[in-house]
C-alpha cells in the first residue's frame, strides 16, 4: 500500500469530523479482510474503496471519513493505488462473474478496466485470461496490428520542391546550389532536374552546368 501516514492526534482530530464514523470502521474491517487473499481479496478491497468514493461524491460521508478511512488502511488517497482500487470495484461485477481466471495483480486487473466489454468478452472466450497473465501479455493481446503497406500503391518515384527563388537572399541560393549538387553526385538518384531560369542563371554565374532551363520564376528539383 502506498503510505499514508498522520499522528494519533491528527487521527483523533479526523474521527471527530467524520460523518458516519461507524460506518467508516466496518469497512476499514471488510477492506482488511480482502488483504489476506488474492483476487477475491483484490475485489472486496475494490470494492470498498469504490462504495466510499461514491458515497463521498453523493454526499453520504465527508473527506474526513474518507481520509480516516485511508490513514486506518494505509491507502494514499492522492495515490495510483487508490485510483486503481475504484476502477477496479466499479468492474467488480465483470471481473466476478469469472473470478476463476482473473489475473491476481492490481496492475493487470486495472488494465483490464480500461477494455471494452465486447473485447474482455472476446478474450474470456479464446481463454487467453488466466491468473497468472501479466500485464506485459495483457497489453499484446489487446495492442492493435500496425497498418500493412499496400503493395499495390502507386510508387512515389519523384519529388517536386517548388520556391520563389528571385526572392531569395544569398545565402539561401547558396544552400539550395550546396543541395543541387549533392543531390546530382548522390548515386541512388538517377536524374536531377532544375526547371527555374533565374536558378539556372545564378548556377551559370557560379560556373555550374548540365542543368535543364525552362520555366523562370519558379523552381522544381525532380528525383526520379
Do not use: W
Request: charge should be positive; charged fraction near 25%; include cysteine.
Amino acid at each position: 500500500m502506498e503510505n499514508c501516514i498522520a499522528t494519533q492526534t491528527t487521527i483523533a482530530e479526523i474521527a471527530r469530523k467524520c460523518k458516519d464514523k461507524g460506518f467508516i470502521e466496518d469497512q476499514v474491517i471488510q477492506f482488511t479482510k480482502g488483504a489476506d487473499s488474492a483476487i477475491k481479496g483484490i475485489i472486496a478491497m475494490s470494492k470498498t474503496v469504490a462504495l466510499l468514493h461514491q458515497k463521498l461524491k453523493s454526499g453520504e460521508i465527508n473527506h474526513s471519513d474518507m481520509e480516516y478511512f485511508c490513514i486506518k488502511v494505509n491507502l494514499n488517497p492522492k495515490g495510483s493505488q487508490y485510483r486503481k482500487f475504484i476502477c477496479i470495484g466499479k468492474k467488480a461485477k465483470n471481473f466476478e462473474k469469472y473470478i476463476d481466471t482473473m489475473p491476481q495483480t492490481i496492475a493487470v486487473l486495472y488494465e483490464m478496466t480500461t477494455l471494452s466489454a465486447e473485447t474482455f468478452e472476446n478474450l474470456i472466450e479464446k481463454k487467453v485470461i488466466k491468473p497468472d497473465l501479466t500485464l506485459t501479455q495483457l497489453k499484446r493481446l489487446v495492442a492493435k496490428p500496425k497498418a500493412q503497406k499496400n503493395n499495390s500503391a502507386p510508387v512515389q518515384d519523384s519529388i517536386t520542391l517548388n520556391f520563389n527563388f528571385s526572392d531569395l537572399s544569398d545565402a539561401s541560393r547558396q544552400i539550395i546550389v550546396s543541395a543541387y549538387q549533392k543531390l546530382k553526385s548522390c548515386n541512388e538518384i538517377s536524374m536531377v532536374n532544375v526547371d527555374c531560369e533565374p536558378l539556372v542563371n545564378y548556377m551559370k554565374s557560379l560556373n555550374e552546368s548540365n542543368v535543364i532551363d525552362v520555366t523562370p520564376n519558379v523552381a522544381a528539383v525532380e528525383m526520379a
